[in-house]
């Protein structure tokens, strides 16, 4: 999320779940588990090693941005220069030994 703003609440949150959903199913890969905070999202990701992870974030933000901005025109209006999200993100491997507890971390998100 761009400069953090806190949009990403009831109605925002569903839609770009299924956005990102959508994304995910259009591109061939698999979202495992998502949690949206009103700031930023995290994600778990479950992609083939022929995937390239900056066209996959690219993807995601890109066309999440477009969608979300057309379904909540008013959206674009609260946010600094009219920008969903900014450029940086944070990627890391999984294996199968640390996937419980990535997904564990995603989901308590909201409760904290």
């Given at each position: 999320?761009?400069?953090?703003?806190?949009?990403?609440?009831?109605?925002?949150?569903?839609?770009?779940?299924?956005?990102?959903?959508?994304?995910?199913?259009?591109?061939?890969?698999?979202?495992?588990?998502?949690e949206i905070d009103?700031?930023?999202?995290?994600?778990?990701?479950?992609?083939?090693?022929?995937?390239?992870?900056?066209?996959?974030?690219?993807?995601?933000?890109?066309?999440?941005?477009?969608?979300?901005?057309?379904?909540?025109?008013?959206?674009?209006?609260?946010?600094?220069?009219?920008?969903?999200?900014?450029?940086?993100?944070?990627?890391?491997?999984?294996?199968?030994?640390?996937?419980?507890?990535?997904?564990?971390y995603i989901e308590?998100?909201k409760v904290r």
């Amino acid at each position: 999320m761009k400069y953090r703003h806190k949009v990403l609440l009831g109605d925002i949150d569903k839609k770009l779940k299924e956005i990102l959903n959508q994304i995910a199913t259009d591109n061939g890969f698999t979202i495992s588990e998502i949690e949206i905070d009103c700031d930023h999202v995290h994600l778990l990701i479950d992609c083939n090693p022929q995937h390239s992870i900056p066209n996959i974030i690219k993807a995601l933000k890109g066309v999440s941005a477009r969608l979300l901005f057309k379904a909540f025109p008013q959206l674009k209006k609260k946010l600094w220069e009219g920008n969903l999200w900014n450029h940086s993100y944070f990627v890391a491997t999984v294996s199968e030994h640390t996937e419980a507890q990535i997904r564990q971390y995603i989901e308590n998100q909201k409760v904290r």
